[in-house]
């Protein structure tokens, strides 16, 4: 490189707008991306949503949301309700468990999906598994405890942590649906 | 062509990412529990790298060596962010598994590596060869060291069971501690065979 070079190519503002122009250009280009993609995502996010429902209340033919409760649907057949679906989310061990549970009107548990974990694959990913999730059919509010604790939930054997998150989760969420179908009468 | 090709299987081998040039270690650690996880990561890495050794390629004579490092990042993460987005749109249940592995690919030490060494001094098609190689080289490592880890840890390969009830999974395998130790028994493993393979190079009067 000679002196001359240097100089040239070296002045701070030539350096400023050699990164700032590098800059402009992609955030042009992903302004361009999303511009087009924004709403196909919004789309898809929603179709996912519904599926995720679907899975969860069978046999249901109209969701809606509840007012006042972000994330909480009423699922109903005709007239009656036969479901809330609640969202909820505890700690685990390896971060957030987030989960999608489904309430009878009498605060039961139907069922359960994990909707994010990050749990140890092989241990506490076992949650999604029949064997622990089956558990929880039926179940009310007080019966919500991992066996070690007293509870009726059988723990998953290496995965304290997990189950007890899950179960709390659930828990917490049939205490939404309680709140939600007091409210309502 | 055989230039090519030594530029594409020195990423496999000889400097393999992962077990000789020991970068990105962290989340051939983290990521390796199970082969599915491996697979994806490598394959998002090895699309990154060829990408943006290309980029970096086609625009060496413009951008100022002074700000050099900061420019190949900011072109590292406009392709994540584009992929991001794209992925978004059209692949959700994918993007929703990819998750937060798809954003730690900006910080990736293997990607800035060979944009600064080899894409910032040669033509876009060896660079993208290159970023090819070293991502091959990549996806290799992380699903020898995700097969293994599923295999031991959980007696299954892509979820299906392989080592029956009889076998007692060795927990170890799946924990990071598990994955510290097997990756410093592949690195011992990887530095035996290259040696063989330099050596049997060496005897041919090739020059390595």
């Not at chain 2, 400097?15 to 051939?28: D, K």
């Not at chain 2, 060596?65 to 990042?73: D, L």
């Not at chain 2, 063989?196 to 005897?203: H, P, S, Y």
Request: charged share 15%.
């Amino acid at each position: 490189m000679t002196a001359e070079h240097n100089d040239n190519n070296n002045s701070i503002i030539k350096i400023a707008l050699n990164l700032a122009f590098a800059c402009i250009i992609s955030g042009i280009i992903i302004g361009l991306v999303y511009y087009f993609t924004a709403d196909i995502a919004k789309q898809k996010q929603l179709e996912l949503q519904n599926l995720a429902l679907q899975s969860i209340v069978q046999g249901a033919d109209k969701y809606t949301p509840i007012p006042g409760k972000p994330g909480c649907y009423t699922a109903t057949k005709g007239n009656e309700i036969i479901a809330y679906i609640i969202p909820a989310e505890s700690k685990g061990y390896a971060g957030p468990v987030k989960l999608l549970v489904a309430v009878t009107p009498d605060n039961k548990v139907i069922k359960y999906t994990i909707i994010e974990s990050k749990e140890t694959p092989g241990l506490g990913d076992k949650a999604a598994q029949p064997q622990f999730a089956d558990q929880f059919a039926g179940r009310t509010a007080d019966e919500l405890q991992v066996n070690k604790d007293g509870g009726t939930i059988q723990a998953i054997s290496g995965a304290t942590i997990t189950s007890r998150a899950v179960t709390k989760a659930v828990k917490n969420a049939v205490d939404v649906a309680a709140s939600i179908t007091k409210g309502g009468k | 062509m055989k230039g090519y090709w030594d530029i594409f299987s020195k990423g496999l081998v000889l400097e393999n990412p992962i077990f000789v040039l020991a970068l990105s270690l962290c989340p051939a650690l983290a990521v390796t529990t199970s082969v599915v996880n491996a697979l994806t990561m490598g394959l998002t890495v090895t699309f990154v790298i060829s990408m943006n050794n290309l980029i970096v390629s086609i625009v060496r004579n413009w951008v100022n060596p002074k700000v050099r490092v900061p420019i190949y990042i900011t072109s590292i993460a406009t392709i994540v962010t584009v992929a991001e987005l794209l992925l978004q749109a059209f692949a959700p249940l994918l993007y929703k598994q990819l998750g937060i592995y798809l954003s730690l690919v900006v910080v990736f030490a293997i990607i800035l590596a060979r944009a600064e060494v080899f894409a910032s001094k040669n033509r876009p098609f060896p660079s993208f060869i290159d970023g090819f190689g070293m991502g091959c080289g990549f996806t290799l490592a992380m699903l020898i060291v995700g097969v293994i880890r599923e295999l031991f840890g959980n007696g299954t390969i892509l979820g299906y069971t392989v080592l029956g009830s009889w076998y007692p999974p060795a927990l170890i395998f799946i924990m990071a501690p598990g994955a510290f130790i097997l990756i410093g028994y592949l690195v011992g493993a990887w530095n035996i065979w290259s040696a063989r393979i330099e050596k049997a190079k060496g005897e041919r009067g090739e020059t390595i």
